[in-house]
């Protein structure tokens, strides 16, 4: 085989969706093609290419060294290719991975809840990835690329060609430990006193936030900054600083004592995708997700059934 249009693509692709399902019998029905027929072009495509790459047993076909590295050959190119039908198709067809961009800022934790309910509004048609985008110019710069599929930031984007929708707001709030807010007659008093933390990941946030305590007449003495927010929080349920946190309906905030001003600090959070891409199914589920009550847990969030019914797992393998 010496060029591409030598490739049996169908074949190919005959072999992807029986790797997936590693089942001959489920891959014929899907396929719709009868299993002696299916079985008889995975075998002209194992002489094509003169390697094995199936260990045939009682229990199905299971992938073998080589087969193994043939899936992660074909896996990207037929996901992509689901992802152009899906382009150009009236149909819902999925079948491809959505990586979603979550820019780097304080509000991270509830991008990351609103991208996990994402999850299982996609999860029929595929899975989700995530990666952090260090500042919200890379974000939109990675979307434009088509390195993301879309992202969450705390700004608006600019650029025509997106779209974008807030997907809520929180409030900041500050935090400590409990021995210590319980020292304090006023709470300004706590924030002025008291090293108040930031971590180095959103500097205009940082700034907006002493702005407010500045307008509060609550600026602090000293400020310290990091970049492991971790280290932060085992200052803060120490009694060693203060920090500030978003307001997340679904945290406790076990070990510290959280508190606000009467009118605190709102920031809003945007969900941004591309306008060119809003006929694919991911981002009608996204915007499907934008316009449900993104308060309320789905019904079948913790609903473990959910994903073996999404991944389709065959009642043989399960108890």
Known sequence: MEQL??????QLYYFY???KSSSLKEAASKLKLAPSTLSEHLKKLETKFQKKFFIRSSKGLELNTEGFKLFDQVKPIFETGSKLLDHYSSDDIGGYPVN??????????LACS???QFWDLYAQFGTVNTSRQDAHELLIDNLLKGIIDWGISVREPKRKSLSYSEIGSFEVLFA????????FIDKKDLLINIPFAATNRDKRLNKAVIQYLREKAAIPKETIYSDHPQFLRDLCERGRCVMFMPENPLDNYEGIKTFKFSDPLKIKIYAIWKKSDEQLISIQKLQELIKSKLSQLPKRYEDVD??????????????
């Open 17 to 19: 969706e029986v790797a």
């Open 306 to 319: 959910l994903q073996i019914e999404a991944s389709d797992i065959s009642d043989d393998l399960l108890k």
């Open 5 to 10: 249009k030598e490739i049996n693509w169908n």
């Open 114 to 116: 609103f991208t996990s």
């Open 176 to 183: 400590c430990s409990e021995e210590l807010y319980g020292k």
């Open 100 to 109: 979603v961009g979550i820019e780097d800022t304080i509000s991270t934790e």
